[in-house]
């Protein structure tokens, strides 16, 4: 199976530029997406193919990666994106999520 | 605008069976793959099953974990999948989602106890 690592946790300041970041134990092309969840509420999709802007989501969102190494940004941060973020990878089955990385304030 | 419901979760004794529901509407259903993701409390997210579409010749996949105990299905008249799932235990409690890939439906809540 194709085990993603992010970070458990990452404590950023209002307006701040933070990176998520995600690491797959082989290549997934560019078969990864993130999710965000907020407390209580189904995942939300942002990013798929890696770097392709989900419609409705707001532009301070972006992906970028291919192969292993990815990375989610959002740049500025805002007080509604505190939440949980999880990396997905379909490029094979079984299909694997990350643990998650939960962003704080500061 | 895209809807999906889950509906079927509820108490059930280890052992026990529970067959889930998943609704949906606002897209072409008979265009996607569909999944069941599951989040055990507190804890995060897990594939448990694909069913492909008519192309696809509705093929199945599942976790390993669950393999021998779960059926995925689906219904394209109805636009529904559904997920059987067996000899439940208590590591199965969790919320139950079901997917498009895009979009996900509120969950239903299973929970496994005596």
């Known amino acids: 199976d194709t085990v993603l690592t992010q970070s458990p946790a990452l404590a950023v300041s209002l307006g701040q530029r933070v990176t998520i970041s995600c690491r797959a134990s082989?290549?997934?092309?560019?078969?990864m997406h993130w999710y965000q969840q907020k407390s209580g509420q189904q995942p939300k999709l942002l990013i798929y193919?890696?770097?392709n802007l989900e419609s409705g989501v707001p532009s301070r969102f972006s992906g970028s990666g291919s192969g292993t190494d990815f990375t989610l940004t959002i740049d500025p941060v805002e007080a509604d994106d505190i939440a949980n973020y999880y990396c997905?990878?379909?490029?094979?089955?079984?299909?694997?999520f990350g643990a998650g990385t939960k962003l704080e304030l500061k | 605008e895209v809807q999906i419901l889950e509906t079927g979760g509820g108490l059930v004794k280890p052992g026990g069976s529970l067959r889930l529901s998943c609704a949906t509407s606002g897209f072409n259903f008979n265009d996607y793959f569909m999944n069941w993701v599951r989040q055990a409390p507190g804890k995060g997210l897990e594939w448990v099953a694909q069913?492909?579409?008519?192309?696809?010749?509705?093929?199945?996949y599942y976790a390993e974990s669950l393999e021998g105990r779960v059926t995925i299905s689906r219904d394209d008249s109805k636009s529904s999948v559904y997920l059987q799932v067996s000899s439940l235990r208590a590591e199965d409690t969790a919320i139950y989602y079901c997917t498009n890939g895009y979009s996900w439906g509120q969950g239903t809540l299973v929970t496994v106890s005596s």
């Open positions: 997905q990878q379909n490029n094979e089955l079984p299909y694997t």
């Open positions: 069913i492909r579409n008519k192309n696809y010749n509705y093929a199945t």
């Open positions: 193919g890696a770097s």
């Open positions: 082989k290549s997934v092309s560019t078969y």
